[in-house]
């Protein structure tokens, strides 16, 4: 059974720190691309990282030299690790995977919405069910 469970957000100051952890099973982690997105309310849902199969890392330029995408394939596992944060950070962060290459897209793409009910069909085969980061000023 396929399973991507992500953790580690809450609530957190302007400036300071979280680390998103994505835990996948039931598919072959390695071999597959890994990506963020997160969804503020009323906003589109954007795509923060990619963690390709070859172990290439690709961070949209809104989160770029603050945030840091890490993995540990003994655990099947890929964080995001969040620096510096600001308010627009805030929103639902989503984990998704694809064991196809290349389909994720760009990132800093937008798609209409990532919430389970809402998004269309069509890669990334495999979501998760969110974490919520908040980030206060």
């Known amino acids: 059974q396929v399973q991507v469970t992500e953790s580690g957000g809450g609530p957190v100051q302007t400036g300071g720190s979280l680390r998103l952890s994505c835990t996948a099973s039931?598919?072959?982690?390695?071999?597959?691309?890994m990506g963020w997105y997160r969804q503020a309310p009323g906003n589109e849902c954007e795509l923060v990282s990619i963690?390709?199969?070859?172990?290439?890392?690709s961070l949209a330029d809104s989160v770029q030299g603050r945030f840091i995408v890490t993995q540990d394939n003994n655990k099947n596992t890929v964080y995001l690790q969040m620096n510096n944060l600001r308010p627009e950070d805030t929103g639902l962060y989503y984990c998704?995977?694809?064991?196809?290459?290349?389909?994720?897209?760009?990132?800093?793409?937008?798609?209409?919405?990532?919430?389970?009910?809402?998004?269309?069909?069509?890669?990334?085969?495999?979501w998760g069910q969110g974490t919520q980061v908040t980030v206060s000023s």
């Open positions: 998704a995977a694809d064991p196809r290459r290349h389909v994720f897209g760009g990132v800093g793409r937008h798609v209409r919405s990532c919430h389970p009910d809402l998004r269309s069909r069509g890669p990334p085969s495999y």
């Open positions: 039931g598919f072959t982690f390695d071999a597959s691309d």
């Open positions: 963690r390709g199969s070859d172990g290439s890392i």
